[in-house]
């Protein structure tokens, strides 16, 4: 329960730090309900700034989630995984999403533990400042996401940005280029993913409808008839400890 409120806690300090990192932490103090007295001694509440800034935040922590750790390149790998199969709803969006939450979580402890240790547990026992604390907590981040960034992906962003020769290394590029430099980067690596996977099932598809169609089945679908194959063949393999591990390694986990 614990760890769960203190990643809860770092996603916030990361969501509201990268939208209202300057307005919001230049203030100090505010409180996030005003009471104020009326003359006849009724009194009016009143949220401030910072319980909206709160609020914002909560609201596109989704969104930090799946672009900024290795969500979209596990949902999109499983999603192709599943059509290469020809599974339609199995298994489910919902279950889909939940492996590749739960997933992400483990691939980016080692980054979480390190933001934990250097900007939140700091921030939480009031031995730095949120800014502080928002600056620390950067670091880990953008480190993972430029191990896991293409050169020619992010050069593409600084050059739309119009902001080419002014960076003398990849470490200086801001949190706007470096985001979707690494989801442009995620993608394509998914789908290098993607594409190795539905090789073997592709063949299997092709065999069958060879089979079928020299034995005059024409009105029967090979659809049909393989998918019992494609899914021994990924149970044989033990294809969902090969499909785990190789997205774990892709992001450098035990090398």
């Known amino acids: ?6 990643l809860f806690s770092l996603l916030l300090l990361l969501a509201g730090g990268l939208i209202f990192a300057e307005p ?13 007295t009326n003359a006849d001694g009724t009194q009016d509440y009143s949220m401030t700034l910072q319980a909206l800034f709160i609020m914002t935040a909560l609201s596109l922590i989704p969104a930090f989630i799946m672009m900024m750790t290795s969500f979209t390149r596990i949902i999109v790998v499983l999603s192709i995984l599943r059509q290469a199969i020809g599974l339609q709803q199995s298994p489910s969006n919902q279950i889909l999403i939940g492996v590749s939450l739960f997933l992400s979580l483990f691939i980016m402890a080692p980054v979480f533990d390190e933001i934990n240790e ?22 880990p981040m953008r ?7 293409r050169v020619k992906d992010l050069e593409t962003f600084v050059r739309i940005a119009g902001d080419e020769g002014k960076y003398d290394s990849p470490e200086e590029v801001p949190l706007t280029i470096l985001i979707p430099s690494f ?6 690596t998914a789908f290098q993913i993607g594409f190795m996977l539905f090789i073997p099932f592709l063949i299997i598809d092709l065999v069958v409808a060879s089979i079928l169609m ?13 998918l019992p194959f494609k899914l021994m063949l990924f149970v044989l393999v033990d294809g969902w400890n090969l499909i785990f591990g190789t997205l774990a390694t892709s992001f450098g ?3």
């Open 118 to 139: 250097r900007a939140l547990q700091p921030y939480l026992g009031e031995q730095i400042t949120s800014k502080q604390a928002f600056e620390e907590a950067k670091g």
């Open 24 to 36: 919001a932490l230049a203030q100090q103090g505010i409180s996030a309900v005003t009471v104020t």
């Open 183 to 188: 989801v442009t980067s995620e993608l394509k």
């Open 253 to 255: 986990m035990g090398i």
């Open 214 to 226: 020299a034995m005059g089945m024409m009105m029967l679908s090979p659809m049909i008839v393989s």
């Open 143 to 149: 480190a993972f996401m430029l191990s896991q960034t």
């Open 1 to 6: 329960m614990t760890k769960t409120k203190s």
